[in-house]
């Protein structure tokens, strides 16, 4: 538990204080508490981001350095097998690659007008930041087999989550910290149809877990039912009133990907490539925490709860497209396109294992593209430079923008170099830093009408957010 104050239903309880019974036997009984939703198991805001959307799109740090333009066909790193699997047959010696990548996110959110149900100001902090940073690490591996095959496996993250406001500010009802991790481990291998064309296969055994918490507005349901009572906390969106939820879940899915490379020429390549969507099935539990006092008050029909749970995440499928044009032996021309099968997801459901009604919560983001341009100068046999420009379109319908994916459609600037230690060592740095701009958001909350059985709107998160991301990614490639 969050809160030592607090604890399980399953634990032990405070007793009623004096003349609390005479508030909730005069105007609630436990039929009318539960006719109107307030069920505690039903507690539960979940405004899931799962994605450009939630993507990561750190794959390698040399890729860093243009923002992955061309990357399905540039093919000479290890990494390829991660963009197209099909590229590593250009590479004729063991190849080992890791990477590297620090991200710092700043998100800046400034109130403008947000409400409670019953229409006064909502109450807390008013101006919040949902700051975070992430580490996050690739690995990859390469190995020319026997005849036209090659084969390789990637460990990577391209999907993951973190953000983080202060319990007490203004939107805590949609969302207070939220995390998802992601790991893809990715077998491949390719085959050389002939000297121009490759084509390539891979399994991505995938890895998924989340931890999403935002706090539950008790004082509004509990003033709907009894009216407020000031000197308990119970008024509409007080935080004297407010309750907890924490949801945590994981698992393990299987999915596949394919990709062709075709060499028009020495200096020419185009490549293509597709990843099938995963569907992940989160088992884990929800835990809901309620004041004692809020206990003790409703006889215990509102207590600190337990219940394990299920809720089905999808990574979309892409597709990537690219094309690698070498201009002279120091020069390089890249270009790439991306689309992401956002549409894919249309609702947050969470299924209760003892039988209640699930928890839907509706999202109904639609497909996105990314573009990418980039170039490389090789200045010397030891030192190359490279930088590239990238457009990604915001999968989320401005209905549905929330505290937890706090974005637009963002445009990346990237730098990075590389320097050859040894014939079989290279280092890479690179610099990415995402223009993302203001925009506002006008989102209610959907907890607060389910739980009153459409009784009240739910709260109103009204604002403006001032966001940006930088990231630095260190790497190093081995060739042996």
Known sequence: MRNPSWGLRRSRQMAAPKGSDRHCHRRCSRQTLWAGGIGVGLLLTVSWAWG???????????????????????????????????GLTRLSERHAELGLHFAQINTDFRDDGSSNPFGGPAQGLLNADG??????????????????????LGVHSPYGLNTDYPRSWVGRYHGVYSEVVNVDINPALA?????????????????????????????????????????????????????????EGDDWA?????????ELDPGTRLGASYRSKVDLDLEGESRIEVPYHLTALTGGLLASELQDTRARLTLPATLRLGVHRDLSAQWSLMAGAEWTNWSDFREIRVRYQDGRPDFVDPQDWNDAWRFSIGAEYRYSPKWSFRTGFEYDESPIPQATKGPRVTERDLRWLALGTSY????????????????????????????TPQASGGLLPGNRLTGDYSNDADILSLGARWSF
């Open 254 to 262: 299987l999915g596949w990907n394919l990709g062709v490379l075709f």
């Open 131 to 152: 700051d975070s940073s992430v580490l996050i690490a690739n690995l990859y591996l390469s190995q020319p087999g026997p005849g036209d095959w090659s084969f390789g």
């Open 52 to 86: 450009g959307g939630f993507q990561i799109p750190t794959y390698c740090v040399k890729c860093q350095g243009n923002r992955n333009a061309g990357a399905a066909a540039s093919a000479e790193t290890a990494s390829i097998l991660f963009f197209n699997p099909a």
């Open 191 to 247: 085959y050389r149809v002939n000297p121009r064309l490759s084509v390539g296969a891979g399994l991505d055994l995938v890895y998924a877990e989340a931890e999403l918490t935002n706090a539950l507005d008790f004082g509004s349901l509990l003033s709907a039912q009894l009216g407020p009572i000031p000197a308990l906390g119970i008024t509409p969106g007080n935080p004297a009133a407010d309750g907890y939820t924490v949801l």
């Open 420 to 447: 050859a230690v040894t014939d079989s060592l290279i280092l890479d740095l690179a610099y990415n830093h995402a223009f993302i701009g203001d925009y506002s958001i006008d989102l209610r909350e959907v907890t």
